[in-house]
């Protein structure tokens, strides 16, 4: 077999086990790189930082499933862990009835780590029908949009909502996004009829969207994928507010050596080509 | 009168919406709440229309046979198992729903995600070939994004971030705003042709001009 086929026709089992193998050593043996943090990540940080503790809340919204967690779900734990380590309130919604239980287990595992109190620390509000009904509707009042928390107790009976009436209330708002519904039907529904201050979580693969919207000033802050988490995370830890395990920046070398594989594979795949040019 | 109606309707909220929006007035806000209410209202029976859909286009399929109706065994096993353990034990901590969430929806929605890697790795080694000067340029463009967005990046040269940013922020940004744009205008387009009676693909049934 010529040079050419040999590398233009790589099995495609040989590129699989080449990239679990890059995949899961780095997950058992840490390599440990880390990367710059970049604007749009300190930005967010900045605006979270800001909130007044024990004050009006912050407002996160669970616009994921399970399966954008590995990138979506660390930044969830970062950012309820900088609010709690701040004393800063916070209420948990979703707009994908899917991203609920991650949503209720994120506030189990932050609010144990922080000892904070349901009702008066933070508040879990859920799921409803309706998407940009939602949306509207909170911008007119929160508690006649969810009259009742995530487990049927009425939210007007929690500390945490004394004086909050809307998004006049809530000094940051954060979309944790993987698609539609997300960030983008909190800019159109949220942010441009009712002036809230919005910043959001992407996945990786969607970040590229979102930059118009954070040039024009829509979005404050962005967290685009595992790079983004992990950034988040390194700044937790250097500002002294968790010192928990760093799942996205541990993963952040599995996908810095995917990537590299990718490359490498992209350039033989070149080479071969183009011998085969010549040769034809 | 069955198509009468129903445009008629969506002619007068469309132009009453269109106007609300841009008058700052008490009776404005109160139709806007109004409106909004009927929303989540009419949300909550898009839901029941939606369990309804997918029941009776499952039993078809296992009725008639069709390709892969096996796998609707498993979509109303699947409807039926969540919908009582949902309603019978509630959805908090430690019920069966949230059982079945942690072990079977988050798993499964895990690994379908985490498989993409292994087929983008592949595609992109059978496809990413330089064989035109914009597939060249695709290439160039892809390699500085990837590797520019890990830390290795910063790890090989300090300027591969800038420069990974400087792609996504300036050439990759104006063909995004041009699209936008695009976009928006289609909606309004589109939105205007439905207001006005022209486009009727949402009433269902046969389009007629």
Request: charged fraction near 20%.
């Amino acid at each position: 077999m010529k040079l050419a086929d040999i590398l233009g026709k790589i099995d495609r089992r040989i590129i699989f086990i080449v990239l679990t193998i890059v995949i899961v050593v780095p997950l058992l043996s840490p390599i440990g790189l880390v990367g710059r943090v970049s604007n749009r990540v300190r930005d967010l940080f900045q605006a979270i930082d800001n909130i007044k503790p024990n004050d009006k809340p912050l407002l996160i919204s669970v616009d994921f499933d399970p399966q954008s967690m590995p990138e979506l779900y660390p930044m969830l734990l970062s950012v309820l862990r900088h609010a709690f380590a701040k004393n800063i309130r916070v209420m948990v919604m979703g707009l994908w009835v899917t991203g609920v239980g991650l949503g209720e287990e994120a506030l189990k595992i932050t609010s144990q780590e922080y000892n904070k109190e349901y009702g008066k620390d933070y508040l879990f509000l859920g799921w409803k029908p309706g998407i940009s009904a939602v949306i509207l509707g909170m911008g007119r009042s929160i508690k006649e949009t969810f009259p009742t928390d995530y487990y049927g107790k009425p939210i007007d009976s929690f500390p945490i909502m004394q004086g909050v009436t809307n998004y006049r209330d809530i000094p940051f708002l954060l979309s944790l996004s993987a698609g539609d519904p997300g960030y983008l039907t909190w800019i159109s529904y949220a942010q441009t009829r009712f002036g809230v201050k919005l910043g959001t979580g992407v996945t990786a693969v969607s970040a590229a969207d979102a930059y118009p919207y954070l040039q024009s000033g829509q979005l404050t802050g962005l967290l685009d994928g595992m790079k983004g988490a992990s950034e988040y995370e390194f700044l937790l830890s250097k500002y002294g507010y968790s010192k928990a395990f760093r799942p996205a920046s541990q993963a952040m070398d599995s996908q810095s050596l995917a990537h590299l594989v990718i490359i490498v594979l992209i350039i033989l795949g070149n080479i071969g080509y183009f011998l085969a040019r010549k040769r034809s | 009168m069955q198509q009468r109606i129903p445009l008629t309707l969506c002619l007068i909220m469309g132009i009453l919406m269109i106007v609300q929006f841009f008058v700052p007035h008490k009776l404005s806000e109160t139709t806007f709440d109004l409106v909004v209410k009927w929303v989540r209202i009419i949300s909550a029976f898009a839901l029941v229309l939606g369990v309804r859909s997918i029941t009776v286009r499952s039993i078809e399929q296992i009725r008639k046979r069709r390709k892969d109706w096996v796998y609707s065994i498993f979509t109303l096993l699947g409807l039926v198992i969540t919908a009582v353990a949902g309603l019978g034990w509630g959805v908090k901590a430690g019920t069966p729903l949230r059982t079945i969430y942690n072990n079977i929806l988050v798993p499964l929605g895990a690994t379908m995600f985490s498989i993409l890697a292994y087929y983008m790795a592949s595609a992109a080694y059978r496809a990413f070939r330089a064989r035109t000067k914009e597939a060249t340029l695709l290439l160039i463009a892809a390699f500085i994004v990837m590797i520019g967005k890990v830390p290795i990046g910063s790890a090989i040269s300090g300027r591969l971030p800038d420069f990974a940013d400087w792609v996504l922020n300036v050439p990759n940004m104006a063909a995004k705003r041009g699209i936008l744009f695009g976009v928006a205008l289609g909606m309004i387009a589109t939105s205007l042709k439905i207001i006005l009676g022209i486009e009727r693909g949402w009433l269902g049934g046969r389009r007629q001009k």
